[in-house]
């Protein structure tokens, strides 16, 4: 267990729809990443977070976002969703001080029916 | 072409054999190398990494660096059936990108 959570596990939705993958990093972590996930395309870098601030943007389509909370959470909006965007989403936390450790949460499956 | 190349198997071995995992990249400007490991259904796990040229141990593993054929190579010794997952390469651009190749699937064979 490498102390990062993400909800929901699974996520089941129609194309059009906006919905909302949330992440919690490791206690003490101030970095967040998020990935994406695919038979195709391997893992996609999508944003970076530090401390709420964004510092580092990949991939990431116009029609999502994300933001990072006080306490550190954070939270990842895919809007109207298209059948490609069925995917593994993981969130990912790392140490202060360190930019090369990162620590994988279990991940959310989303499947755009 | 991708950025970072990596063969996506399946690789299977017998119990006890040496495993070498691979990847090949175009962009000079990498200075960090990582392996992650990944099992069915769960997130990547960070294996090792690696500044520059060279060679890193750790226990039955072993990562190596060659910027000047810009190769990156993970042995893995006396491999075991629990050693079955897939092998992700990883790559740092700058401080906060980082590349992943597709992943390499293992099967170690008892």
């Known amino acids: 267990d490498s102390g990062v959570t993400q909800t929901p596990k699974h996520l089941i939705t129609a194309t059009g729809q906006r919905v909302t993958l949330r992440c919690s990093p490791r206690s003490g972590d101030l970095s967040v990443y998020w990935y994406q996930q695919s038979l195709d395309q391997g893992l996609q870098f999508l944003i970076q977070?530090?401390?709420?601030?964004?510092?580092a943007k990949g991939n990431i389509l116009e029609r999502f976002s994300a933001q990072q909370f006080p306490d550190l959470h954070s939270e990842l909006n895919l809007s109207s969703l298209e059948l490609g965007d069925s995917a593994l989403y993981f969130c990912?936390?790392?140490?202060?001080?360190?930019?090369?450790?990162?620590?994988f949460g279990p991940g959310t499956r989303l499947t755009v029916t | 072409q991708k950025e970072v190349e990596q063969d996506p198997g399946p690789l299977s071995v017998p119990e006890g054999a040496i495993v070498s995992l691979n990847c090949t990249y175009s962009n000079s400007a990498f200075q960090y190398f990582m392996w992650y490991r990944q099992y069915s259904r769960k997130g990547p796990e960070l294996l090792m990494y690696?500044?520059?040229?060279g060679n890193k141990e750790d226990g039955r593993f072993t990562a190596q660096v060659d910027k000047s054929s810009k190769y990156i190579s993970l042995f893995i010794r006396d491999s075991q059936p629990s050693d079955s997952a897939t092998y992700l390469c990883?790559?740092?651009?700058?401080?906060?990108?980082?590349?992943f190749g597709t992943g390499t699937r293992l099967k170690v064979l008892a």
């Open positions: 990883a790559m740092k651009a700058g401080t906060y990108k980082y590349i």
């Open positions: 690696t500044y520059s040229s």
């Open positions: 977070y530090y401390n709420g601030e964004e510092r």
């Open positions: 990912a936390s790392s140490p202060f001080g360190t930019v090369n450790e990162q620590y």
